[in-house]
T-cell receptor
Framework: GESVGLHLPTLSVQEGDNSIINCAYS??????FIWYKQESGKGPQFIID?????DKRQGQRVTVLLNKTVKHLSLQIAATQPGDSAVYFC???????????FGKGTMLLVSP | EPEVTQTPSHQVTQMGQEVILRCVPI?????FYWYRQILGQKVEFLVS????????KSEIFDDQFSVERPDGSNFTLKIRSTKLEDSAMYFC???????????FGPGTRLTVT
């Protein structure tokens, strides 16, 4: 079955630094991945997604990298701001065509 | 910007009671989902719903759970006889299609006493 895991439970950075959050997945058949941000007391907020036919996708201040060889996904946040402080989840599509399997989450703490 | 809404934000119920959690998905979306998140744990898939029927469900979604789209806008999750372990945040989500980005509501915190 699908499992999605995160390497670090907490990441502390200084404002202005670049942040990198990592994620590993187990199902090589997964072809769609999403990063979500969850602030305290709120639902997961879509950040960026990537399909397996891509290695990299960029958004506003965020970049997702996908390494299918080692089944690894990362989220890079440029010039991290205090408002970026939250728990970040990676999610993979599957098992099934409409379900998302979430990782445990990495808490990003940004200090001024 | 369109968003998924959920009511109530917090529901307290006694063990054995029935609860109904309500969601209004984004209006042009066709797929609807329920997920739950036990405090401090990861988000877990419960069920997906398309074309007025369940598309997929997880092992968590047993006979005590049911979903319904009673009208053109609402999507509900019913727990027939709540247990203490049903205490969690319940998130509704919707997407335009299968395999597309899912947008989540703010959640309903269910507390079973």
């Amino acid at each position: 079955g699908e499992s999605v895991g995160l390497h670090l439970p907490t990441l502390s950075v200084q404002e202005g630094d670049n942040s990198i959050i990592n994620c590993a997945y187990s199902n090589s058949a997964s072809d769609y991945f999403i990063w979500y941000k969850q602030e305290s007391g709120k639902g997961p907020q879509f950040i960026i997604d990537i399909r397996s036919n891509m290695d990299k996708r960029q958004g506003q201040r965020v970049t997702v990298l996908l390494n299918k060889t080692v089944k690894h996904l990362s989220l890079q946040i440029a010039a991290t701001q205090p408002g970026d402080s939250a728990v970040y989840f990676c999610a993979a599509l599957g098992p099934g065509y409409s379900t998302l399997t979430f990782g445990k989450g990495t808490m990003l703490l940004v200090s001024p | 910007e369109p968003e998924v809404t959920q009511t109530p934000s917090h529901q307290v119920t006694q063990m054995g009671q029935e609860v109904i959690l309500r969601c209004v998905p984004i209006s042009n979306h066709l797929y609807f989902y329920w997920y739950r998140q036990i405090l401090g744990q990861k988000v877990e898939f419960l069920v997906s719903f398309y074309n007025n029927e369940i598309s997929e469900k997880s092992e968590i979604f047993d006979d005590q759970f049911s979903v319904e789209r009673p009208d053109g806008s609402n999507f509900t999750l019913k727990i027939r006889s709540t247990k203490l372990e049903d205490s969690a945040m319940y998130f509704c989500a919707s997407s335009e299609g299968a395999g597309l980005e899912q947008y989540f509501g703010p959640g309903t915190r269910l507390t079973v006493t």
